[in-house]
DNA sequence: TGTACATCAGTGAACGCGCGTTCACTGATGTAC
DNA sequence: TGTACATCAGTGAACGCGCGTTCACTGATGTAC
């Protein structure tokens, strides 16, 4: 459980990590009680309380230490899939000057950063799968904290494809909002890639697919649609 | 609770009710109790095990009722909104033949479908929250069930989609893949909409968006590139 | 350096309570002849 | 048409059990002087 490791006093690390592989494999974060969690963890019922006023505090800190380790590894993960086809240094050449170059060049760092993530999910399944479950899940407070976090992720993105020239020049609303729903779908997917192995390939290109659509589809509609043309002519 | 009026046995209706009011409002459909169950549908405890033999098959039975009630009626809003823009019976004019009419309508259709949607979420919110919470919760036969659900909800999209011929010819599997993306996204925003009734202009604006940056992009991905540029010209 | 005190993580026993599930029952409705 | 029986939704009491929370305690570590 890497993800935990700052976590500094031993019996709350063990109610974190005995918490978040219930929630994960057996039932949502409302749903077990304190004692299962005590048993789980190896420890007295009476410890949570040295450590949590109650369920929230715990989904909240679980959500924050989970944040903390998985949020730069993911940005890494794409500028790594960017350097991997442009190594870092290169002269840039933009979208006007060469449209197909970076339109090849935009679905490899795609293709990259989509093989990337899932392999990112598939080592750390019970992050995502608290993560997703609670984002829709019963705590108000919860809720909250998780669309916070997706919104970072989105910003980070909407950065990330900006610095690395991966799309044409889009207004940064546009662009947020593209990134907010590459976000939503990411995530949504990961969960089938969690649980459908035999899938994992069709829910990859499903996941490549929908960066396409919608970046492309942005494209078109900021005006690049004759960049475009001429990318595929 | 119209969408349960199909179901006769009174106590039954009472305890479905009950739990999608319960799994809605406090706490998932894993995380109630059978007797605060009974209590909210003024029952006896043992008169579920008359009607279930778990919460599964309670959940299953109130996803099955749900789905008669809502699949149909959102497909007769696309149609209504389809129809609201071109009246039924007038002559098909093909892509090729005009692109920019044939952009301009999808577009209309869209904004039209958008708004009857979250109308619709608006007046069901119950069965919206139930259905995504669970689509990702604990229970594996609910979370199957649902995708299935969500499956049958993308088909239809895309046969409407061709039908109403909303989008230049795509192959029928990236039909279908964008439908699903389209799906995902509508209902991962239905939650938005509900939640935060202070964004639900901006909540909109993303659907839509949304949507026409997936069908969009896919039209270019499938080389329509120049029909767009066309319709854009 | 030693002593006295405070802080803190974790323990163990105990409480009253709501829980799931069982059983035997009721009374209404349907069905066979 | 009447009678006898079956089916079925819902009831009420009872069971043993795990629950959340409390209290007073322990023993290790840190801190003041």
Request: with cysteine.
């Amino acid at each position: 459980m890497s993800y935990l490791k700052n976590v500094q006093v031993e019996g709350k690390r063990l109610l974190m990590e005995a918490a978040l592989n219930l929630a994960a494999n057996t039932r949502s974060l409302d749903a077990f009680s304190l004692r299962e969690l005590a048993r789980n963890a190896g420890l007295n019922p009476n410890t949570f309380y040295r450590h949590f006023k109650d369920f929230d505090e715990l989904g909240l800190a679980i959500i924050d230490e989970v944040t903390d380790q998985i949020r730069q590894p993911l940005r890494d993960l794409r500028r790594e899939a960017a350097e991997s086809v442009v190594p870092a240094g290169s002269p840039p050449i933009s979208w006007q000057e060469n449209p197909r170059l970076n339109f090849v060049r935009s679905l490899q760092v795609n293709n990259a950063t989509v093989e990337l993530f899932f392999a990112f999910v598939e080592s750390n399944p019970e992050a995502f799968i608290v993560g997703v479950r609670e984002l829709h899940g019963s705590s108000p407070v919860l809720r909250k904290a998780l669309r916070k976090l997706m919104q970072g992720f989105a910003h980070d993105m909407a950065e990330d494809i900006e610095v690395l020239g991966l799309l044409p020049k889009l207004d940064p609303a546009s662009l947020l909002s593209v990134s907010e729903a590459i976000s939503r779908e990411m995530f949504h997917l990961s969960m089938n890639y969690i649980e459908e192995p035999e899938r994992r390939d069709e829910v990859c290109q499903q996941a490549v697919a929908s960066i396409v659509n919608l970046t492309m589809g942005s494209a078109v509609i900021a005006g690049h649609v004759e960049l475009l043309a001429d990318a595929l002519r």
